[in-house]
T-cell receptor, first 113, second 115 residues
Framework: DTEVTQTPKHLVMGMTNKKSLKCEQHMGHRAMYWYKQKAKKPPELMFVYSYEKLSINESVPSRFSPECPNSSLLNLHLHALQPEDSALYLC????????????FGSGTRLTVV | AQSVTQLGSHVSVSEGALVLLRCNYSSSVPPYLFWYVQYPNQGLQLLLKYTSAATLVKGINGFEAEFKKSETSFHLTKPSAHMSDAAEYFCAVSDPGGGADGLTFGKGTHLIIQP
């Protein structure tokens, strides 16, 4: 299995809703990442988990809450989002060395209404 | 801090012509460099990567890139463009010092293939 699987593929949520994005990989990778990508822009790093511990939080608002329950699973919990949070949310994984590059999921297209 | 600059937000070539997408990096030490492709409404797919081994790197779909330290460049080329190459291309850089500290992406180049 050489894939990163993200669910759901599309999500529409209201500003008062609570929802979660899920990311799963079975490649034995020990680093997992969340990126946010706005239309026609490059991906921007949000969070990095290394060996199931949060190692980087790029000053992301607290309405985004990451969780790494085990080495194969990464969640992003969403609460009280704003319309400007609408974007493509990409999950990626890598071995603990960056020399192998990343494997990206196909993303969750989030729309906040 | 590391950064990459992609010259040209849009590049248009004819089918069968040479594809050249430019990427220059800024780093105090030679970094690791990557090219990714993104098709509409999809994630990013790794085309190729430079990790301090051979300076000429061959990737998937006929693409290759050459790391030139003297020019701080890592340009992406393909000898003959195909219609299926139309997509967004991102150059990215990472710290070779190790550790999972994420990638820094360039702004992207939209490749248009003219029939």
């Amino acid at each position: 299995d050489t894939e990163v699987t993200q669910t759901p593929k599309h999500l529409v949520m209201g500003m008062t809703n609570k929802k979660s994005l899920k990311c799963e990989q079975h490649m034995g990778h020990r680093a997992m990442y969340w990126y946010k990508q706005k239309a026609k822009k490059p991906p921007e790093l949000m969070f990095v988990y290394s060996y199931e511990k949060l190692s980087i939080n790029e000053s992301v608002p607290s309405r985004f809450s990451p969780e790494c329950p085990n080495s194969s699973l990464l969640n992003l919990h969403l609460h009280a989002l704003q319309p400007e949070d609408s974007a493509l949310y990409l999950c990626a994984s890598s071995r603990d060395s960056l020399s192998y590059g990343y494997t990206f999921g196909s993303g969750t297209r989030l729309t906040v209404v | 801090a590391q950064s990459v600059t992609q010259l040209g937000s849009h590049v248009s070539v004819s089918e069968g012509a040479l594809v050249l997408l430019r990427c220059n990096y800024s780093s105090s030490v030679p970094p690791y460099l990557f090219w990714y492709v993104q098709y509409p409404n999809q994630g990013l797919q790794l085309l190729l990567k430079y990790t301090s081994a051979a300076t000429l790197v061959k990737g998937i779909n006929g693409f290759e890139a050459e790391f030139k330290k003297s020019e701080t460049s890592f340009h992406l080329t393909k000898p003959s463009a195909h219609m299926s190459d139309a997509a967004e291309y991102f150059c990215a850089v990472s710290d070779p010092g190790g550790g999972a500290d994420g990638l820094t992406f360039g702004k992207g180049t939209h490749l248009i293939i003219q029939p």
